[in-house]
């Protein structure tokens, strides 16, 4: 039997060497390429579109030792990490939002690892472009000039716009909006702004053009779609005047009077010519044609008309004289020209005040209808008006003036010599306001200056105003505050908003809306602005309090307002207190209270706040408790245990009370709860754990989580205890290689050979990796030492040699008896547990390998004696 077992240790240490041979491979991944879902990842392309939180490839390797593999995704420090890995099935979820346009090309490092080896690759992953990207303008704003005599087909600008997606998603093309191309085209492949074919510009018809460009893209795939994408910008073509327009007289027809008083030299009349190119406009030169017969002259660069003569000397009494202007260019030369007629009456009695004309004869009332808020400086050419005073010289001459509201309107010219074309003129915009009035009226006023008559008329100018949408809605406040009870049915009536639109009409109606965050659970009538609850709303104080959003109040073109709403959900007493158990046992020591507490859900006061008080109680009058914080005391006269036993008349110091929680609202609720309290006195232990156990008489569960935890902590300490002794004594045990023969018979140990065993560095689920070797004398010494209190620990022992030569058969042939050098080691211990063995004393080490090799010299020795 000695023999046999002898023979299973030899085997299984030969066993142990051949297997400590075996390589440990590393694993690796499966490289599919990259029309792959599942490997290393490598060359793999995503969509930028993928949403997040999706699964876009999955990790795949193997180890081949067959050992379970785990994988980690890592990205460059700084970078953005776009993936996360689960490192036991290698699901690749993507995590933060793919853009092309950003980062077409990830790098990422896959790894994988059995444990014990780890494998790092890089790989690189394509994001592949969708149609995300709208076209996007260049050098905006676009603000270009071009002179109004540019010739059809002229380019006038070219507009870019770029794509930044790619292929077909990234091409641009051009066109007009059709409402605002006017006389301009554009080419759709390069964007060339030019002037259309057969097209004309005239500045005195339009000065400025504003055209709206959209670039498209050529469309492409985006979520599964397909998309076309497209951006606007806005030309404003500024048009150049040119020289194109003749010049024309203003004011015409034009009427001047002779005076019997007047002079030589004096003025007649002042004619006055506009070149028509308003834009650029040239200096007019003067020049009388016909009709003044040597007796008036011209000032050719003011075109003030003169008289030559006395007026006694002229011989008729009408002239029709014949003026001409010219433009003058720059270098002196004339270009274009018109003439007009001067009418001249020689006046010799003031016997005629200053008549009103209209298109049929004299007149006292002009009307006119317009839009209200014209341009300032805008000519109402609708009024058709002529002022004529019949007499000569001095006594036609008389001043215009409007009587009405200041500033808003004037009149022109304000002097006048025998008759005029009346001219009335925008002055103030503001002040033509529909909203103001429909209607406003003046007074044109005709007085002669230098008469001692001074004949005047008046004619009534009424102006009728037509409405416009210049006014936004306006809301009566900025914001609107509510409150409403909880529990409110739904639809029930919040808060009416009320928005005004001072315009008439379609224009002044108002429609209301609202939005926000907290305007889901409420709506609003369109017209009338009454904000209600939605049908489905169940307002909880205690769930939310406060809600706010926005109230938008719209016209009919959409010019709008806001408004913000603040609505407070008012807290209802719904809510009665309750007690944690509806049964309360306390331990109350004499002289110190005890408290209970109910809670209540309310979100306001006093609708959560509570009052306590004692119902009943068993003895009666023994109690007393704080209504505020629920403390319940003895009365003052129990002050020992002995007043409480002779209150009770037995040694059970338990009592009963019922005590009520009833809350502040209106209508009040209220809750009761029978509690049981042990009275004891103060006890005389001392200390923290004294307090602390007094302190959890009423909650004993608290106490025995509280001793487990202290036993369990006792537990740990001793267990690490324990283990580093464990880790001296294994590091201590542990046999290094012995060099050197120990000789016992000359003639046997030359034919020895040293035998090293050496434990494989990790650890395998084989259980007969560990190689233990047990001493028969300690195994004996143990089992007799169990009945002893307290067994002296037996040294580790060296591996037993094989049985000696002179035990075999006489016919076997003799074995060498080896020497065996053994290394005695628990299993594989952790790097952190090495570092704290070779901290150890180097005495101890040194003392502990001589005890144990004087003990492998004296086994030994017992097989060769």
Same mark, same amino acid.
């Given at each position: 039997?000695?023999?046999?077992?002898?023979?299973?240790?030899?085997?299984?240490?030969?066993?142990?060497?051949?297997?400590?041979?075996?390589?440990?491979?590393?694993?690796?991944?499966?490289?599919?390429?990259?029309?792959?879902?599942?490997?290393?990842?490598?060359?793999?392309?995503?969509?930028?579109?993928?949403?997040?939180?999706?699964?876009?490839?999955?990790?795949?390797?193997?180890?081949?030792?067959?050992?379970? *593999?785990?994988?980690?995704?890592?990205?460059?420090?700084?970078?953005?990490?776009?993936?996360?890995?689960?490192?036991?099935?290698?699901?690749?979820?993507?995590?933060?939002?793919?853009?092309?346009?950003?980062?077409?090309?990830?790098?990422?490092?896959?790894?994988?690892?059995?444990?014990?080896?780890?494998?790092?690759?890089?790989?690189?992953?394509?994001?592949?472009?969708?149609?995300?990207?709208?076209?996007?303008?260049?050098?905006?704003?676009?603000?270009?000039?071009?002179?109004?005599?540019?010739?059809?087909?002229?380019?006038?600008?070219?507009?870019?716009?770029?794509?930044?997606?790619?292929?077909?998603?990234?091409?641009?093309?051009?066109?007009?909006?059709?409402?605002?191309?006017?006389?301009?085209?554009?080419?759709?492949?390069?964007?060339?702004?030019?002037?259309?074919?057969?097209?004309?510009?005239?500045?005195?018809?339009?000065?400025?053009?504003?055209?709206?460009?959209?670039?498209?893209?050529?469309?492409?795939?985006?979520?599964?779609?397909?998309?076309?994408?497209?951006?606007?910008?806005?030309?404003?073509?500024?048009?150049?005047?040119?020289?194109?327009?003749?010049?024309?007289?203003?004011?015409?027809?034009?009427?001047?009077?002779?005076?019997?008083?007047?002079?030589?030299?004096?003025?007649?009349?002042?004619?006055?010519?506009?070149?028509?190119?308003?834009?650029?406009?040239? %200096?007019?030169?003067?020049?009388?044609?016909?009709?003044?017969?040597?007796?008036?002259?011209?000032?050719?660069?003011?075109?003030?008309?003169?008289?030559?003569?006395?007026?006694?000397?002229?011989?008729?009494?009408?002239?029709?004289?014949?003026?001409?202007?010219?433009?003058?260019?720059?270098?002196?030369?004339?270009?274009?020209?018109?003439?007009?007629?001067?009418?001249?009456?020689?006046?010799?009695?003031?016997?005629?005040?200053?008549?009103?004309?209209?298109?049929?004869?004299?007149?006292?009332?002009?009307?006119?209808?317009?839009?209200?808020?014209?341009?300032?400086?805008?000519?109402?050419?609708?009024?058709?008006?002529?002022?004529?005073?019949?007499?000569?010289?001095?006594?036609?001459?008389?001043?215009?003036?409007?009587?009405?509201?200041?500033?808003?309107?004037?009149?022109?010219?304000?002097?006048?010599?025998?008759?005029?074309?009346?001219?009335? =003129?925008?002055?103030?915009?503001?002040?033509?306001?529909?909203?103001?009035?429909?209607?406003?009226?003046?007074?044109?006023?005709?007085?002669?200056?230098?008469?001692?008559?001074?004949?005047?008329?008046?004619?009534?100018?009424?102006?009728?105003?037509?409405?416009?949408?210049?006014?936004?809605?306006?809301?009566?406040?900025?914001?609107?505050?509510?409150?409403?009870?909880?529990?409110?049915?739904?639809?029930?009536?919040?808060?009416?908003?009320?928005?005004?639109?001072?315009?008439?009409?379609?224009?002044?109606?108002?429609?209301?809306? =609202?939005?926000?965050?907290?305007?889901?659970?409420?709506?609003?009538?369109?017209?009338?602005?009454?904000?209600?609850?939605?049908?489905?709303?169940?307002?909880?104080?205690?769930?939310?309090?406060?809600?706010?959003?926005?109230?938008?109040?719209?016209?009919?073109?959409?010019?709008?307002?806001?408004?913000?709403?603040?609505?407070?959900?008012?807290?209802?007493?719904?809510?009665?207190?309750?007690?944690?158990?509806?049964?309360?046992?306390?331990?109350?020591?004499?002289?110190?209270?005890?408290?209970?507490?109910?809670?209540?859900?309310?979100?306001?006061?006093?609708?959560?706040?509570?009052?306590?008080?004692?119902?009943?109680?068993?003895?009666?009058?023994?109690?007393?408790?704080?209504?505020?914080?629920?403390?319940?005391?003895?009365?003052?006269?129990?002050?020992?245990?002995?007043?409480?036993?002779?209150?009770?008349?037995?040694?059970?110091?338990?009592?009963?009370? *019922?005590?009520?929680?009833?809350?502040?609202?209106?209508?009040?609720?209220?809750?009761?709860?029978? *509690?049981?309290?042990?009275?004891?006195?103060?006890?005389?232990?001392?200390?923290?754990?004294?307090?602390? %156990?007094?302190?959890?008489?009423?909650?004993?569960?608290?106490?025995?989580?509280?001793?487990?935890?202290?036993?369990? *902590?006792?537990?740990?300490?001793?267990?690490?205890?324990?283990?580093?002794?464990?880790?001296?004594?294994?590091?201590?045990?542990? =046999?290094?290689?012995?060099?050197?023969?120990?000789?016992?018979?000359?003639?046997?140990?030359?034919?020895?050979?040293?035998?090293?065993?050496?434990?494989?560095?990790?650890?395998?689920?084989?259980?007969?990796?560990?190689?233990?070797?047990?001493?028969?004398?300690?195994?004996?010494?143990?089992?007799?030492?169990?009945?002893?209190?307290?067994?002296?620990?037996?040294?580790?022992?060296?591996?037993?040699?094989?049985?000696?030569?002179?035990?075999?058969?006489?016919?076997?042939?003799?074995?060498?008896?080896?020497?065996?050098?053994?290394?005695?080691?628990?299993?594989?211990?952790?790097?952190?547990?090495?570092?704290?063995?070779?901290?150890?004393?180097?005495?101890?080490?040194?003392?502990?390998?001589?005890?144990?090799?004087?003990?492998? =010299?004296?086994?030994?020795?017992?097989?060769?004696?």
């Amino acid at each position: 039997m000695k023999k046999d077992r002898r023979t299973r240790a030899l085997l299984l240490m030969l066993l142990l060497c051949f297997g400590s041979g075996h390589s440990d491979y590393a694993p690796y991944f499966y490289d599919n390429g990259p029309s792959s879902d599942n490997g290393n990842m490598n060359l793999f392309s995503i969509s930028e579109d993928t949403p997040v939180g999706s699964l876009v490839y999955v990790l795949n390797g193997t180890d081949p030792e067959d050992d379970p *593999v785990w994988y980690g995704l890592s990205f460059d420090q700084g970078s953005r990490e776009y993936f996360r890995a689960e490192p036991q099935s290698g699901n690749v979820t993507l995590v933060q939002e793919l853009d092309r346009e950003l980062q077409d090309e990830i790098s990422v490092s896959v790894s994988i690892t059995d444990g014990r080896n780890k494998v790092v690759e890089t790989a690189r992953i394509f994001v592949t472009d969708v149609n995300d990207e709208a076209p996007e303008f260049q050098n905006l704003p676009f603000i270009i000039s071009v002179s109004e005599d540019a010739a059809p087909g002229t380019s006038v600008y070219k507009v870019e716009a770029v794509d930044r997606d790619m292929g077909s998603g990234g091409s641009v093309s051009y066109s007009l909006l059709a409402s605002s191309s006017g006389p301009f085209t554009i080419d759709p492949h390069s964007g060339i702004l030019r002037v259309r074919p057969g097209e004309t510009l005239d500045y005195e018809t339009t000065p400025t053009h504003f055209i709206t460009v959209i670039a498209k893209d050529g469309g492409g795939k985006f979520k599964g779609r397909h998309q076309v994408l497209s951006s606007k910008a806005t030309v404003t073509v500024n048009l150049e005047d040119a020289q194109d327009m003749a010049p024309a007289f203003v004011g015409t027809p034009y009427f001047g009077y002779v005076y019997e008083v007047s002079v030589p030299g004096s003025e007649v009349f002042t004619v006055s010519a506009r070149d028509g190119d308003q834009g650029n406009p040239n %200096l007019m030169h003067y020049q009388l044609i016909s009709g003044a017969e040597g007796v008036f002259d011209i000032n050719s660069t003011s075109g003030c008309i003169t008289l030559n003569t006395p007026p006694s000397s002229l011989r008729n009494e009408l002239y029709e004289i014949v003026v001409k202007a010219w433009e003058q260019a720059p270098d002196g030369s004339l270009l274009a020209w018109d003439q007009t007629t001067v009418t001249v009456r020689v006046v010799d009695l003031n016997n005629h005040p200053p008549t009103f004309y209209g298109e049929n004869g004299p007149q006292n009332r002009f009307e006119l209808t317009l839009s209200e808020h014209p341009p300032a400086g805008e000519i109402l050419r609708g009024f058709k008006i002529t002022v004529n005073d019949s007499d000569q010289g001095a006594n036609a001459k008389f001043k215009l003036r409007l009587v009405g509201p200041s500033h808003v309107l004037r009149v022109v010219p304000q002097t006048v010599l025998n008759e005029a074309q009346v001219t009335i =003129i925008v002055e103030d915009t503001s002040g033509i306001d529909y909203e103001r009035g429909p209607t406003l009226s003046f007074k044109l006023l005709a007085v002669e200056v230098d008469t001692p008559e001074r004949f005047s008329s008046t004619a009534d100018i009424l102006i009728h105003l037509l409405d416009t949408n210049d006014n936004t809605p306006q809301f009566t406040s900025e914001y609107y505050i509510a409150r409403v009870p909880e529990n409110s049915a739904g639809g029930c009536s919040v808060v009416s908003v009320q928005a005004v639109d001072p315009d008439s009409g379609p224009w002044g109606d108002v429609s209301y809306t =609202i939005y926000g965050s907290g305007a889901d659970l409420f709506s609003i009538h369109p017209s009338s602005g009454l904000i209600s609850t939605q049908p489905w709303t169940s307002l909880d104080a205690e769930v939310r309090s406060k809600y706010n959003f926005y109230v938008k109040a719209e016209d009919s073109e959409g010019k709008y307002s806001l408004a913000e709403v603040f609505v407070t959900v008012a807290d209802m007493n719904d809510h009665p207190p309750e007690f944690q158990e509806k049964q309360l046992e306390k331990t109350m020591i004499i002289g110190s209270p005890v408290k209970v507490e109910a809670v209540d859900d309310d979100a306001e006061s006093p609708n959560n706040l509570i009052e306590y008080s004692i119902m009943r109680a068993d003895p009666d009058n023994a109690f007393d408790i704080n209504a505020e914080t629920g403390e319940i005391y003895l009365k003052p006269h129990i002050k020992t245990m002995e007043i409480v036993q002779n209150i009770t008349r037995q040694k059970d110091c338990t009592w009963s009370l *019922v005590v009520q929680a009833k809350d502040l609202g209106s209508p009040s609720f209220s809750t009761t709860a029978l *509690v049981n309290i042990d009275i004891t006195e103060a006890d005389h232990l001392k200390g923290p754990m004294a307090a602390f %156990l007094l302190r959890s008489r009423d909650n004993p569960m608290k106490a025995i989580a509280m001793l487990i935890g202290i036993v369990s *902590v006792f537990l740990g300490v001793t267990a690490m205890l324990s283990t580093a002794l464990f880790l001296r004594n294994s590091k201590s045990n542990r =046999i290094t290689p012995v060099r050197r023969i120990i000789k016992r018979r000359q003639e046997k140990t030359r034919q020895t050979s040293a035998w090293r065993l050496q434990m494989p560095l990790f650890s395998r689920p084989n259980p007969g990796i560990k190689f233990l070797i047990e001493d028969t004398d300690a195994n004996r010494d143990q089992e007799a030492g169990r009945s002893s209190p307290r067994p002296r620990p037996q040294p580790p022992s060296a591996p037993l040699p094989p049985p000696p030569p002179c035990l075999s058969r006489a016919s076997e042939r003799p074995r060498p008896v080896p020497t065996v050098s053994g290394a005695l080691a628990s299993k594989a211990f952790n790097k952190a547990s090495r570092r704290k063995e070779g901290n150890m004393s180097s005495a101890l080490v040194s003392e502990l390998k001589q005890k144990l090799e004087q003990k492998i =010299i004296e086994s030994n020795k017992g097989y060769y004696c």
